[in-house]
């Protein structure tokens, strides 16, 4: 499995950014796909998730702000109305959906990830 992101960069508070992550060698239709950040000296925490219904789910600080879509092999997060709390470097990952783990939000369950791409708000 190999996932890239793109699309980071620096971008005043209240701007916009728009993440990408090609994703291949995975199969299977039933997948938690999503995106992550981490901060120095912080925990990797989750953003945005899709459920292998189609369903995303957004942390409470996002929400409204962030929205995150899947089209074929690629997943997208699109960022408005940046904060600087938003700046982290931001992962997409992937892993497959199981009833033993359902929750796609669970950091720990992820074992396949990217490279990262910072997102600086100031």
């Known amino acids: 499995v190999q996932l890239v992101e793109s699309g980071g960069g620096l971008v005043q508070p209240g701007g916009s950014l728009r993440l990408s992550c090609a994703a291949s060698?995975?199969?299977?239709?039933?997948?938690?796909v999503g995106w992550f950040r981490q901060t120095p000296g912080k925990e990797r925490e989750a953003v945005a998730v899709?459920?292998?219904?189609?369903s995303p789910t957004y942390v409470d600080s996002v929400k409204g702000r962030f929205t995150i879509s899947q089209e074929k092999n690629m997943l997208y997060l699109q960022m408005n109305s940046l904060k600087p709390e938003d700046t982290a470097m931001y992962y997409c990952?992937?892993?497959?959906?199981?009833?033993?783990?359902?929750?796609?939000?669970?950091?720990?369950?992820?074992?396949?990830w990217g490279q990262g791409t910072q997102v600086t708000v100031s």
């Open positions: 990952a992937a892993r497959a959906w199981t009833s033993a783990n359902p929750n796609c939000l669970l950091v720990r369950r992820y074992n396949n």
């Open positions: 060698g995975y199969s299977g239709s039933r997948n938690c």
């Open positions: 899709i459920y292998p219904s189609g």
